[in-house]
């Protein structure tokens, strides 16, 4: 391997890593949520509302992030995001009620708004091909290996120490981290590639092709916006709360519970890989992604009607769901804008994009948990189910639409 290629090795793994740790420090309070209903005597909903804060939050920071990139360079904001998410983990378990925690969360969803798309720039500006796509696929493995490692480390935690070591022990990670980053990455992120050189000498010039606004209405990309939504519907917010699920179905314990959760998580890396895989074979990403919303579909369908029969049966579907979404996300976020926006614009869509699926997660973290203690999950899955095929339908339709343009090599 070149010196070259190992440099972009390295970059995408500390992109990775920063990322991956980063989201250890959303997702612990998913794999803390049952003990704090407890220890709190909190309603269901009111508890979903503290996710709920982060994915508002969040999903705005989203919408922004690409745009602030162009005044604070990537690789300072990534540094000051895990510093900060840090100290927000160290001083959530400490807080006396729900409103400061969600106050805390929603802090912690504007900050690391900023990862993907630091990560996308970063990327977009030293790496050239197949390691740029690569790296953006890489980076839908992020939720996947956070969740099962954030499983895995709470169900430890919480069974031996208690559920608010959990945040201490993922604020110290974060900490580290921070360090490793700040003493590696700058003079790796430096090299600037030819193509990248050759795009903002272009833009200096004043012969940018086509303005942003200009290019969000071709490509078919608001049936792409649209399916992100749909899958921050099926794919965070149910991930969230299948501990309670397995807990209130089967009557497994807590920490039963989100032990064999880890299963959904680890399979779910096989979904970002798979789907980085078939969008480099299959041509339209509209299709593709709307196979998988009917699949998710499918999976929730047989859930409904296998309600309470067999917990492996539910981990299963759980699972398949999981790698399906994850799937859809890898063609809608990661590939999408590569194939078809040039290198200065991918980040700021990746934000656009990312900024309605962290509205999708939003809408389900609460109204999941308020589903779920008023109509019970039968109902819940009923709702689940409608909107996968819904999804689908729409980005089957979508397909038809799709402007037939030179598309950008994805390697």
Known sequence: MSQNNRRSVLIIFLAWLAYMISYL??????????????????MRA????????????????????????RKI??????????????????????????ALMAVLWGINGCLQSTLLCSATQIFTETLEEPYLSRGAVMMNTVGASGGMLNYLISWL?????????????????????AVIWQCVMPPRADKRNPEFKADENDAED???????????????????IIGAFFVGLLRESVSLWIPTFMNEVFSLSSASSVIITIFVPCLQICGALLGGRLGRVFKSLHLVSGLSFALSGICLMTLLLTLGISPALSIVLFTVNAISMT??????LSLFPIRYFGRRYAPILVGIINFFVHSGDFVASSGIGFLSE??????????????????????????????????????
């Open 46 to 69: 009111a508890a979903g509302m503290v996710s709920s804060s982060f994915s508002l939050c969040n999903a705005f920071g989203q919408l922004m992030s690409g745009f602030i990139l």
């Open 374 to 411: 008023t109509g019970g999950w039968s109902v819940t899955l009923t709702v689940l189910t409608t909107a996968a095929f819904l999804a689908a339908i729409i980005m089957l339709t979508g397909n038809h639409f799709v402007f037939n343009h030179k598309n950008h090599s994805i390697g």
């Open 73 to 98: 360079r990537p690789v300072r904001l990534i540094f000051v995001e895990l510093i900060s998410v840090g100290l927000i983990n160290l001083i959530f378990p400490f807080c006396g009620n729900l």
């Open 157 to 177: 935690i919480i069974k031996n120490l208690g559920w608010r070591y959990v945040f201490i022990n993922v604020g110290a990670l974060l900490a580290v981290t």
């Open 25 to 42: 420090g959303r997702s612990d309070y998913g794999a803390c949520l049952l003990e704090i209903i407890s220890e709190t005597g909190a």
């Open 327 to 332: 799937a859809a996300l890898t063609f809608l």
């Open 206 to 224: 004043g012969e940018e092709k086509m303005p942003l606004l200009k290019q969000l209405s071709l490509y078919g990309t608001v049936f792409v």
